[in-house]
């Protein structure tokens, strides 16, 4: 196979070039091509085949013990300027990043294929959609690709037809953890990721292209690409919303995205249109419009069961792929936080000595079609895409940020997005659990300085007539003694149904300085167990620590110096009159 665009032809022929592979495949997206690699990487010992009669079709790989996360460290965005990446990214100039990346590529595919994939980021007939082109030289990351995209000959008919797309060089070297880098050259549309096979490094359609290229991309076109869920919420009474939220990796989207109602919310239902990344467009009536660029889930594993994601639980039980996690002697996978069976060989392949450590990685996940969710909504697949009620940022906080709240406008919408801060998760390599700002939960995937990101969000205002409005929930408070004070989960809808009303101005709120609180019962707890006193622990508003927070939102704009936006530094001021009125 071959192409007519000779864009995409003249650079396959220079990578070749320079990794001499022994041959070269073009993918066709087929299932006979997903079987057939399946099958070689049994052979490999790349994939282990786990119980086919409890979980058909799914498979294990074990990755290296270095490389099971995303290393934020070594990822860079390679612009002309620094000040253009921004201090929220590692910078290296595109000269110096060409060079490097040329002298690891070259040969690094001599006894192995290099394989073409043309993918399509977004419902193939979408104008939303933007197509790519990885090349890589593993097959873990085709098989990945052919799940989590609409990948294959649907794709490259398109790219043929347009013309443009965006180039990503995948190898995974040697896995040698001290040559390992993601590089990003916004410009050129182009993405290098040399020496990691773990997802976030290397299925280059996620994090690279959707969101560190994308939202380059859209800066510049008036989008957004954001770090987002897609979910639909419909009543009993047939209305429908969709919201969109925003939290750092690791921090429940997938289960906020597949949430099943609780027992007493007769009627209610829940769809999931996408669990990660969500593109936002304003359409002819002036509203934000998003489509979900993938179409199927990369997902953390740990702490799946039936009762805090039953859908995810019931769909990764055949035609899924395990990375990372335990076995059971019955060869079933197993993770913590599983509520049945026992490991017996751990994420590495050694026996389970009863040392403590965790039998799966802590952040081992699951590959898997979309279509396979039992809450799949099939607008996930709508070129037009859905409109956007609410946008929600959250971030995992064990204290100061309520429960909810509701931001005044857009603009105090930006400044709560930009105020974003969580305590790290497993995801990324390096410490857990360190809280830091996580702007729009967007720290390790923005292509841009992040005060022109914040600026680029401020001028919706002039971009769109009805824009949705802004949330910050927090799932995470915690009593002091480091007991979770609300439930989450399926119960997280009591607090999406408090946002929904809201949106339809069903509901009244108290206005705080830091933006709308639900009055006192507004959050339905019919059936929980939860106090009064909680509730209103959980919906309170400690001025103090509020102020210091504003404080150290300042000192976080200060490394952004003089191209934060003046509107954003006015909102930040005026929470803080606010507070100290
Ligand atoms: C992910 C992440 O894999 O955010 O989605 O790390
Ligand atoms: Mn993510």
């Not at 990822?75 to 253009?84: I, N, P, S, W």
């Not at 702490?303 to 039953?310: I, L, P, Q, S, V």
Request: charged share 25%.
């Amino acid at each position: 196979m071959s192409t007519t665009n000779e864009d995409l032809q003249q650079w396959i022929d220079e990578v070749a070039a320079l990794t001499r592979p022994d041959q070269i495949k073009w993918c066709d997206g087929s299932d006979a091509e997903y079987r057939g690699l399946i099958d070689e990487m049994l052979a490999s010992g790349d994939l282990l085949e786990l119980n086919q009669e409890t979980h058909p079709n799914c498979y294990l790989h074990r990755s290296d013990p270095n490389d099971v996360a995303r290393v934020e460290h070594l990822t860079f965005v390679c612009t002309k300027h620094q000040q253009d990446a921004g201090p929220n990214n590692n910078w290296m100039h595109p000269a110096e990043a060409h060079a490097q990346m040329n002298g690891l590529f070259e040969g690094c595919m001599q006894g192995r294929t290099m394989y073409v994939i043309p993918y399509c980021m977004g419902p193939i007939d979408s104008p939303y959609a933007r197509c790519g082109v990885e090349v890589t030289d593993s097959p873990y990351v085709v098989v990945n690709m052919n799940l989590m995209t609409r990948m294959g000959a649907a794709a490259l008919e398109r790219i043929e037809r347009e013309g443009s797309f965006v180039k990503g060089l995948h190898s995974i070297g040697d896995l040698d953890p001290e040559v390992r880098f993601i590089m990003h050259f916004p410009d050129e549309l182009q993405i290098q990721s040399f020496g990691s096979g773990y997802g976030g490094n290397a299925l280059l359609g996620k994090k690279c292209h959707a969101l560190r290229i994308a939202s380059y991309q859209a800066r510049n076109e008036g989008w957004l690409a954001e770090h987002m869920l897609i979910v639909e919420v419909e009543s009993p009474q047939g209305e429908k919303h969709y919201l969109a939220a925003a939290f750092p990796s690791a921090c429940g989207k997938t289960n906020l995205a597949m949430l099943i109602p609780p027992e007493t919310y007769d009627g209610w239902k829940v769809r999931t249109i996408g669990d990660d990344i969500a593109w936002l467009h304003v359409d002819d009536d002036g509203r934000l419009r998003a489509v979900n660029p993938e179409s199927g889930y990369f997902g953390v594993v740990p702490g799946t069961n039936r009762k805090t994601n039953h859908n995810a639980y019931d769909m990764i039980r055949r035609d899924a792929i395990f990375t990372n996690v335990a076995v059971t002697a019955d060869n079933e996978p197993w993770w913590e936080g599983k509520d049945s069976g026992e490991p017996v060989i751990d994420w590495k392949g050694n026996q389970i000595n009863g040392s403590g450590e965790a039998a799966a990685h802590p952040n081992s996940r699951f590959t898997v079609a979309a279509k396979q969710n039992p809450s799949y909504s099939p607008l996930a697949d709508d070129p037009a895409g859905v409109p956007i009620s609410a946008i929600i940022f959250g971030g995992r906080r064990r204290e100061l940020a309520p429960l909810v709240y509701e931001a005044l406008d857009w603009g105090h919408g930006v400044l709560v997005g930009a105020s974003v801060a969580s305590e790290t998760t497993a995801a990324a390599a390096g410490k857990v659990g360190v809280t830091r700002r996580d702007p729009m939960a967007m720290k390790p995937f923005c292509g841009y300085n992040f005060a022109n990101y914040w600026g680029h969000w401020l001028s919706f205002t002039a971009r769109a007539k009805r824009l949705p409005k802004i949330f910050h929930v927090n799932w995470f408070r915690q009593d002091q003694d480091g007991k979770f004070l609300w439930p989450g989960f399926g119960d997280n809808l009591r607090v999406m149904r408090w946002i929904i009303d809201r949106c339809e101005n069903r509901v009244d709120a108290v206005e705080t300085p830091i933006g709308y609180l639900p009055k006192d019962g507004d959050i339905d707890t019919n059936g929980l167990t939860i106090d009064d006193a909680t509730m209103r622990s959980l919906l309170s508003v400690d001025r103090d620590a509020w102020l210091a927070e504003l404080e150290a939102v300042a000192e976080y704009f200060e490394e952004y110096e003089d191209r934060v936006p003046e509107l954003l530094e006015a909102e930040r001021e005026r929470v803080v009159a606010g507070l100290k009125a």
